[in-house]
């Protein structure tokens, strides 16, 4: 069964929250959270699945620039995993 897109709806969407790139962490904020609500929806019809894909890369977008994940080493990984969880290299 394919569900068919509605442009109306999209756009009616689109005016509500208002999606564009992310500039500042109260906007991050809001769209994180709007992207969260929508993920918990049981079946989200196909204007809010295509507008939660464009909040997520949005999101994306902004932490790549914001929140970079270095490149971190084996040894590096590992240890952060024991201090994390209360052990010691002895155990």
Same mark, same amino acid.
């Given at each position: 069964?394919? =569900? +068919?897109?509605?442009?109306?709806?999209?756009?009616? *969407? &689109? $005016?509500?929250?208002?999606p564009?790139v992310i500039?500042?962490?109260?906007?991050?904020?809001?769209?994180?959270?709007?992207?969260?609500?929508?993920?918990?929806?049981?079946? =989200? +019809?196909?204007?809010?699945?295509?507008?939660?894909? *464009? &909040? $997520?890369?949005?999101?994306?977008?902004?932490?790549?620039?914001?929140?970079?994940?270095?490149?971190?080493?084996?040894?590096?990984?590992?240890?952060?995993?024991?201090?994390?969880?209360?052990?010691?290299?002895?155990?």
């Open positions: 069964m394919t =569900l +068919t897109f509605d442009s109306t709806i999209y756009n009616n *969407l &689109l $005016v509500e929250t208002s564009k500039e500042t962490k109260e906007e991050y904020e809001g769209f994180l959270a709007l992207a969260e609500r929508l993920h918990f929806i049981e079946n =989200l +019809t196909t204007e809010q699945q295509a507008l939660y894909r *464009l &909040l $997520v890369m949005l999101i994306e977008q902004y932490e790549s620039e914001h929140y970079p994940i270095t490149q971190s080493k084996p040894h590096e990984i590992l240890q952060h995993i024991l201090e994390s969880s209360g052990m010691r290299q002895v155990d």
